[in-house]
């Protein structure tokens, strides 16, 4: 049996993360295993969709979590890694300085991504292997800057999409009517509600939603229920979320929106359920960087 371990830096607009994954390889399918997760919450999406730019006090930041990232990895012994950035450096203006500085100072290389790039790496995240032959899929990965969504219908990827709806977005009053108009067009186009639709849901707000509802033996909720959780935690203040329910604080005010969005989502596309997995662009990462590392 060998193992080997990668590690995957998501640059998101609300949060950093490095995610370390072993690969365990005995002779059949290699099996995927996370070791740990560092995150955090450097929100560079308030920045880049208010100022156009990133601070040089949020840069700094991000130079310094780097550093620490990458001592992380080197002490972790990784094979491999690969550190992506999504919707808050895509916008910013001043996103190649950044890359070049903290390549610089910290030696980590950061690929800025696009919502192409980001839906290929949620279809590496072997994803098909959950889906049934007969049945159509959304899969939803709600971001702080962006929301991708991929159809998955027989087992294959039909299309994909990005759209500049986030939950920071949301909370900066960055997101209009116009923008909802466009994802409700969009998905109606696919004509998911006249095929059997489920949607799964990507990203921490939903793994947040599930642990909130209770539900420890399967891993989805029905329309209703999110409808209800949604409803019951607008209800708290950001404070009373932080004190009452036990949130984080960079947690506790995306939330709501993240939930507005996958209802949205839900309604227009007739999914009468949404499925979580866990899994997100940090996993997918890691399935790219293994598959890359065997064909060398």
Known sequence: MKVLKFAAIDIGSNAVRLLFTNVIEDGKRPTFKKSSLVRIPLRLGEDAFTLGKITDRRIDKLVKTMTAFKHLMEVQEVIAYRACATSAMREASNSAQIVERVMRES??????????????????????????????YIYVDVGGGSTELTVFANRQMETSRSFNIGTLRMLNNKVTKSHFDELKTWIREQNLDKRETSVIGSGGNINKILKVSGKKDLQQLEYDELKEIHRFVSFYSVDERIKTLGMNPDRADVIVPAADIFLKVMKWSGSKKVIIPTIGVSDGIVHQIYHEYKKK
């Open 107 to 136: 030696g980590v290389a950061i690929e800025i991504i696009d919502g192409k790039q980001e839906a290929e790496i949620i279809y590496s995240n072997q994803i098909v292997e959950m889906l049934n032959d007969d049945k159509t």
